[in-house]
């Protein structure tokens, strides 16, 4: 029997995965005292893959996250820590759930044994050291470690802006306690100081370059016993005994202790971003004494009564943990940023006091819109108020116009597309979560709508933004997230008496029929002349269309108008086909990223443009169809071991996601007040909703005869009457009550198809919808001799063609870079500025048989920086021409390589096949070529 890879790596049994995987459990587990929701969470999860989570210590939405950090470097090392490395670099302060990019990594504390060693360096060789997952812990508010090459125990926790670290030491003469500023993940210190001020405490700061640009965090830290002796390094040098402060780009210090066994040694950090002393009271406020143990049961009880107020029932402990730990990941983030006195730094980089309001950062709009935030607004929703006024702050000091898409502490780092503060905005105000200018709020996000960037000009004035040649324009992507954001935008302003604005963001809203071909059935890119983008194919991640995705996963991205798109995609059938047939694709996606996983088909669930697609059924009248899929989604891709996350937990958005789906109903439409039911992983769920708020109701989701196999719903009830409809409203569940689900084997099909059962549109009935573009033209003619080829290209570049009919491999370009096109027989410049891309594609090509051929290929390096990073082989017709070549070995960057091969005769066919590859053990596996001339030789 092929073992399930979770059966290998995890050393877990057939049996115990088949109960992993399951719903069933027996009938002792069953009648077993379920732990408490705090008890039922693995922080580990995620860690392992592509989660990006991070395990250590830290308050709901706290500032400070004290977590242990790894040697991975790269994307799979963004959070800091990665479960498959078995070294630990030391203990930092900040850390990101999940995200697709590295960032924070502050202030690292690392206790040691022997020798003083400031580099990391490796186990042995450095302060890191060895570690074994079997003497590792991790709970909410909880870490714990046994450090093997020190023998020192490390345990952490937190409070809101503070970190507590508790060592316990060997008998030792030479024991201490580094402290690297130089370290962080992915960034670099640009200044960072010391200062000891007497034998138990240190102050500094740490100002650093990285994701989204220059940020500073303050520190002071403070010893349960005075440290012997101290030094301090300085730009790589020791500075002389008794020097107190230091001031460079990388300082680096470490503190002395004598320890007999089982010596325990505490350090308390207090950090901030506006300045030392803001840094000092924070800790003078959060962990004013030295018991550990009371700082930690604080941290417990903050956890418990954040997840207590989701109470469920399952039989399987499987789903209980991944239950509880996805709904602990969902509050990992946004994070406070500010200080115990809300004193914070503002995106204009200045200190602003006096603030009446909690100040949050680290907001991934483009994922958290989606679930994320409304989980906030149901769950969470006394933060909700600040989390606006943030962004309404942010707009402020930002001076651009606009609200950020991503703002990460003092910087907005531009990530990703949309302006999704609109459905975060929009959804507070709806759902009467005030407690700011509403009108204010309006006025910025009308701003924010009303820019001439990334693509917002052309959408005005064509109703789309324009596809490119080259470069990543994600044209279709930024189409459809701008129309659902105005369609946003259009309900504020209806609610505010905005009437003319409110008609033209309605306008807005349907623009996503601008780039939808009913030929093809889906999203695609045009230009300015309304033309088609060619060539197209719907698994193919084009960055000038599409963003991390292709046309398969981003043509649903309809949620403010679902009836509308099942309309012109041909009705009911139509739409359920195309459905299926996402599901039902080989799951062969033409990409150069690893963010597309938790591939089922072409759907990628580890990525968020199709987090609500499985529930679009219901909207066709074919419910049952949604509760199978959403159930294999749960089982397939989500589980509590460290890989229980297919994919970036983005702040929480793919936690968020499970949470609703496991609970039984989503917010397709995050805006729309409107949840759509699909098929609950517990038997029970209740939710004890804000005394503020909601009153104090509770909202309860009873699934009788739930089971692994009874996934299908045979009836509905909501509060004892007979529920026909396929969703719930924001009322509904705010009014609190109780929903039914009577579960079985087999579908109902009859349940929730009718058409007043599905869920509704968020476009008015009368709406006067534009026609639709017409049809791209499905064939094209094959070029002729003399064939030139611009492989990167869709438009002519002098006398060379793109090739319409070549669906292969990516394209990616930089029209910017400035190429040296000096070469004998080079193409024009703009060949070289845009290229095709894959691990092995071919171009093919009908000639004349009774001929030879000159062959010319044209390659450049415009990404890749240094020898060896990419290496490819060239045949045609089958015969090798070019191993192993390495173009930035040949000519370095930017600059024009022509291969020429004459005498070339086609083949039986009377075909030209050229055929780019990938060598075996390149690093970077994808091969590339910019252009190609066919020559009939004379």
Known sequence: MKMHPFTRKYGLSALTLTALLSFAASPSQAAAVPPAPIDSVNPLVGTDGHGHTYPGATAPFGMVQLSPDTPLQGWD????????????????????????????????????????????????????????????????????????????????????????????????????????????????????????????????????????????????????????????????????????????????????????????????????????????????????????????????????????????????????????????????????????????????????????????????????????????????????????????????????????????????????????????????????????????????????????????????????????????????????????????IAQMAKALGHDDDAQMFLKRAANYRNVFDTGTGFMRGRKADGSWRHPFNPKQLVWADYTEANAWQYSWTTMQDVPGHIQIMGGDAPYIAKLDNLFNEKSDVIANIPDITGLIGQYAHGNEPVHHVAYLYNYAGAPWKTQERVRNIMTTLYNDTPAGQCGNNDCGQMSAWYVFSALGFYPVNPVGGVYVIGSPAVSKATLQLDDAHYHGHKFTVIADKNSAANIYIQSATLNGKPLAKTYLTQDEIAAGGTLRLTMGPAPNKSWGASADSRPPSGMPANFAYAPLPAPAPTTFPALTLPIRVAAGSDDPIGNFLPDPNMTEGSTNGDASVTIDASAPNAAPIGVYQSERYSDNFTYAYTVPKDRKYTIRLHFDEIFDSSVGERIEDVHINDQPVLTNLDIFKEVGANKALVKEFTGIAPDADGKIRIRISAAAGSPDQNAKINGIEILEEK
């Not at 507590?164 to 130089?182: C, E, K």
């Not at 470490?254 to 506006?274: C, E, N, P, R």
């Not at 417990?300 to 029932?313: D, K, M, N, P």
């Open 77 to 488: 090392g963004s959070s800091g820590y990665h479960y498959s490395d078995s070294a630990i670099l030391g203990f930092s302060h900040t850390h990101l759930s999940g995200t697709g990019v590295g960032g924070l990594g502050d202030i690292l504390l690392m206790p040691t044994v022997g020798p003083v060693r400031l580099d990391a360096g490796t186990p042995g060789s450095g302060y890191a050291s060895r570690f074994s997952h079997d003497q590792e812990t991790a709970k909410p508010g909880y870490y714990r470690v046994f450090l093997k090459d020190p023998q020192v125990t490390a345990e952490l926790t937190a409070t809101d802006h503070c970190g507590l670290h508790q060592y316990t030491f060997p008998t030792a003469d030479n024991a201490h306690i580094v402290l690297d500023l130089a370290h962080g993940v992915g960034d670099s210190p640009i200044t960072t100081s010391i200062s000891v001020e007497n034998d138990t405490t240190i102050s500094g700061s740490r100002v650093s370059s990285g994701w989204g640009g220059r940020r500073a965090v303050y520190f002071v830290m403070q010893f349960s016993r005075p440290f012997n002796s101290y030094g301090i390094e300085s730009g790589g040098t020791r500075l002389p005994a008794g020097t107190k402060t230091a001031e460079d780009k990388e300082v680096k210090a470490f503190v002395d202790y004598g320890t007999q066994d089982h010596d325990q040694i505490l350090v308390k950090v207090g950090v901030s971003a506006t300045s030392v002393d803001g840094a000092r009271k924070n800790l003078a406020a959060e962990i004013p004494g030295w018991d550990f143990d009371a700082v930690r049961n604080a941290a417990r009880e903050q956890w418990s009564q954040a997840l207590g107020a989701v109470q469920i029932e399952t039989t399987d402990p499987h789903i209980r943990t991944t239950f509880y730990t996805n709904l602990y990941e969902s509050y990992l983030a946004p994070v406070h940023y500010n200080d115990a006195d809300l004193s914070y730094r503002g995106l204009d980089h200045q200190i602003h006091t006096g603030a009446k309001f909690q100040n949050y950062t680290t907001m991934s709009l483009w994922d958290t819109f989606r679930a994320e935030n409304p989980l906030l607004t149901l769950l969470q929703p006394s933060r909700v108020p600040d989390i606006v006024q943030s962004l309404l702050a942010e707009y402020q000091q930002w001076g651009r116009k606009s609200i950020p898409i991503w703002p990460l502490w003092e910087n907005e780092t531009g990530t990703m597309i949309g302006y999704h503060s609109a459905p975060v905005i929009v959804d507070a105000y709806l759902k009467g979560l005030r407690g700011y200018d509403a009108e204010a709020a309006y006025q910025a996000l009308r701003d924010t709508a009303m820019r001439d960037h990334n693509g917002q000009d052309e959408y005005r004035q064509y109703g789309y933004a324009l596809s490119s040649s080259t470069g990543q324009k994600q044209s279709v992507s930024r189409t459809l997230e701008f129309a659902y954001d105005d369609w946003c």
